[in-house]
């Protein structure tokens, strides 16, 4: 069973740049499409990028411009440059495969957690 572990979250100031990762352990991404989700207190978890295994991207409307994600299938990690972050991207971020974002069967890791603020 596959494991996925975020890492990369702090706090920044608005402006500022992050990189998260997620590792897998204990399988590969496959052929799957993979996304990064995050999720502000009192609010629901939304999908902030995605990836399929050949490299298509898509982004939420909010994001776009300022995040990049990225695969290394070599490595098992995803990525998630952000630049020009804003205090509105404070949330804490998880990655998943996006069947499980999609169908809602599935299970989460504790992400990472993400301040900008001055």
């Known amino acids: 069973q596959v494991q996925l572990v975020e890492s990369g979250g702090g706090l920044v100031q608005p402006g500022g740049s992050l990189r998260l990762s997620c590792a897998a352990s204990?399988?590969?991404?496959?052929?799957?499409?993979m996304g990064w989700y995050r999720q502000a207190p009192g609010k629901q978890r939304v999908l902030v990028a995605s990836?399929?295994?050949?490299?298509?991207?898509e982004y939420a409307d909010s994001v776009k411009g300022r995040f990049t994600i990225s695969r290394d299938n070599a490595k098992n990690t995803v990525y998630l440059q952000m630049n020009k972050l804003k205090p509105e991207d404070t949330a804490v971020y998880y990655c998943?495969?996006?069947?499980?974002?999609?169908?809602?069967?599935?299970?989460w890791g504790q992400g990472t957690q993400v301040t900008v603020s001055s």
């Open positions: 990836i399929t295994n050949g490299g298509r991207t």
């Open positions: 998943n495969f996006h069947t499980v974002y999609i169908t809602g069967r599935g299970s």
């Open positions: 204990g399988s590969t991404f496959g052929n799957y499409i």
